[in-house]
């Protein structure tokens, strides 16, 4: 189950630029990971918000100065650039609560947890470092929205025929909230929205934990 659900918006364009530019400095990827190491100790309150959701283990960050870590610092590297937005209060709901309403599920699961990240660098970074990154991204590091995706979503939802909640009374208040976050978002067409969801895992006996390890970035954008 969802334990905490976040969201933040990115100018996708000014952080790439950034990137690509500290990567293409003089010390390159030594200059990425000192960012990354400074960030990841930094306790600015907004950025430690952000930070404290990636599972990441930066230990071995100083002594390994290659492209093994470029997707994590890539991923830390984020912080400083994202403002902090209204999200979901359910994912979960979203994904399973859509497709009763006439959704596809895979458009349903794509607005609880965001396209995959590796699109979002492939949108905006030149080739040679697209080429970096995705040699170690991996498949279900999401998710984000861009702009399109929130007015396609919310025209959608606009067009709802309230008949299709007579025997569906409780996805109302699921389909109210993500109206008003993704018209929140909206209200920013250049910025892409991050989601992120901490996951709580049950133990046998029912009784719910959180599990450290099942922490993860969800980035809706």
């Keep these: 189950m969802i334990e905490r659900s976040q969201a933040w918006m990115l100018d996708p364009i000014e952080f ?44 071995g960050w100083r002594h390994e100065c290659e492209d093994a870590h470029l997707v994590e610092w890539y991923r830390v590297l984020m912080a400083p650039y994202l403002l902090p937005t209204r999200a979901p209060a359910d994912p979960d709901a979203v994904r399973r609560g859509l497709p009763e309403l006439g959704w596809h599920s895979s458009e349903a699961r794509r607005l609880a947890r965001g396209r995959e990240l590796l699109h979002l660098a492939e949108r905006h970074l030149g080739g040679d470092t697209v080429d970096r990154l995705r040699l170690r991204f991996g498949w279900g590091a999401k998710g984000w929205l861009d702009h399109d995706d929130l007015t396609s979503a919310l025209e959608r939802m606009r067009d709802l025929d309230r008949e299709a909640f007579r025997d569906h009374t409780d ?38 934990v959180v599990d450290e390890g099942l922490r993860r970035l969800i980035l809706l954008g």
């Design 16 to 59: 790439h630029r950034d990137f690509e530019a500290l990567l293409s400095s003089v010390d390159g990827l030594v200059a990425v990971r000192d960012e990354a190491l400074r960030l990841w100790h930094d306790d600015d309150p907004a950025v430690r918000s952000y930070i404290e959701t990636l599972v990441l283990d930066p230990d």
């Design 171 to 208: 996805l109302v208040p699921v389909v109210e909230d993500l109206f008003e976050v993704l018209e929140v978002a909206a209200t920013k067409p250049d910025h892409v929205v991050l989601l992120c969801a901490e996951r709580r895992r049950a133990r046998a006996t029912d009784v719910p």
